[in-house]
């Protein structure tokens, strides 16, 4: 007969347990949102315009959160209502209960935002890395898939439409640095680096129009349901 474990070693190995969890919480939750989304594309942003290290890191990090709470508002607030907020305060006698709380409007994030970008070949491309058959005559449904399995879908999607937002504000810029070299090249000007010349235009015309606001704006309606261009 196996012994039965003491009822205060159960209990610490679950605090223990409940502790690691609310110390991935934030990396955790940092996938589950559009935050690496908004990171990844203003970082494009800051190196498409040539300007190295400005703003720094720490600006762009609080501009990217400031963003993602814009964006998901409600299922934030319904997350934490749902269960983080008894966690955090340490009234909740459950904290497997408390998780699958908040998990829920997570979730129907996660699988909003994959429909919505497209992303069913990245869950898709998942489901077979963890040799989960897939019938394209009866895909899986929402229940069907846990979250060990959407949450790396949705963060690998959520880099991929980074990218692609990326790829497209670095058109304009990189228009500008190929006329102003052009425009060097044709002056016999070759000793100028192209840089000196492109940046105060890059700056200007980003300028002219407002396009922190513009790109910011776009970000948000991309998530809450447009089409950030």
Not at 59 to 77: C, E, H, I, K, Q
Not at 80 to 107: I, M, Q, Y
Not at 210 to 222: F, I, Q
């Amino acid at each position: 007969m196996i012994a039965s474990v003491p009822a205060g070693i159960e209990t610490g190995a679950q605090w223990a347990a409940t502790a690691l969890a609310v110390t991935l919480l934030p990396a955790g939750l940092a996938l589950c949102t559009c935050f690496p989304r908004m990171l990844v594309t203003l970082g494009i942003l800051r190196q498409g315009l040539g300007l190295g290290s400005v703003p720094g890191g720490l600006v762009m990090t609080g501009l990217a959160a400031a963003l993602t709470f814009a964006s998901m508002g409600p299922t934030l607030d319904a997350a934490w209502r749902g269960g983080l907020a008894s966690l955090a305060a340490g009234n909740s006698k459950d904290p497997s209960a408390s998780l699958r709380g908040a998990e829920t409007p997570l979730r129907t994030f996660m699988f909003d935002q994959l429909e919505r970008s497209g992303g069913g070949s990245t869950l898709a491309t998942v489901l077979r890395a963890k040799g989960q058959a897939i019938d394209p005559a009866a895909p899986p449904s929402r229940r069907d898939i846990d979250t060990m399995t959407l949450l790396p879908a949705y963060a690998l999607n959520e880099l991929r439409v980074a990218c692609m937002l990326g790829f497209k504000l670095l058109l304009p810029f990189l228009a500008i640095d190929l006329a102003v070299a052009a425009t060097l090249a044709s002056l016999g000007m070759f000793m100028t680096p192209p840089t000196l010349v492109s940046l105060p235009l890059k700056l200007m015309l980003f300028v002219a129009v407002d396009g922190w606001a513009l790109v910011s704006s776009g970000l948000v309606t991309g998530v809450t349901g447009g089409t950030a261009t």
